[in-house]
């Protein structure tokens, strides 16, 4: 059974920092291309940043460009996501998000809430 843990949610104040970690099981890990997605009320669900599976390319919406930073670390197991500079829109839940061709499992998020 595929599971993909999140972990490190919580609340913060604007400018605050948080590492969000994400450790799936049942799978080769480091044959999946990892991704961190996010969903705020109201909104579409929007990707935030992904990771190639050796942890050479990264890519990442432009409203997280400069704040945010994706790894991996495929010993572990585990990928990473640390926000700094948070701001209150960036307040939503945050998946996990794995894909090795047409397969791809999602985890269950973890929320993130930025607020004075």
């Known amino acids: 059974q595929v599971q993909l843990v999140e972990s490190g949610g919580g609340s913060v104040q604007p400018g605050g920092s948080l590492r969000l970690s994400c450790a799936p099981s049942?799978?080769?890990?480091?044959?999946?291309?990892m991704r961190w997605y996010r969903q705020a009320p109201g909104k579409p669900r929007e990707l935030v940043a992904g990771?190639?599976?050796?942890?050479?390319?990264?890519n990442y919406a432009d409203s997280v460009k400069g704040r945010f930073t994706i790894s991996r670390d495929n010993a572990k197991n585990t990928v990473y996501l640390q926000m700094n500079s948070l701001k209150p829109e960036d307040t939503a839940v945050y998946y996990c998000?794995?894909?090795?061709?047409?397969?791809?499992?999602w985890g269950q998020g973890t929320q993130v809430t930025v607020s004075s």
């Open positions: 998000y794995a894909r090795r061709s047409s397969v791809e499992y």
């Open positions: 049942g799978i080769v890990f480091s044959m999946y291309a």
């Open positions: 990771i190639s599976s050796s942890g050479g390319s990264a």
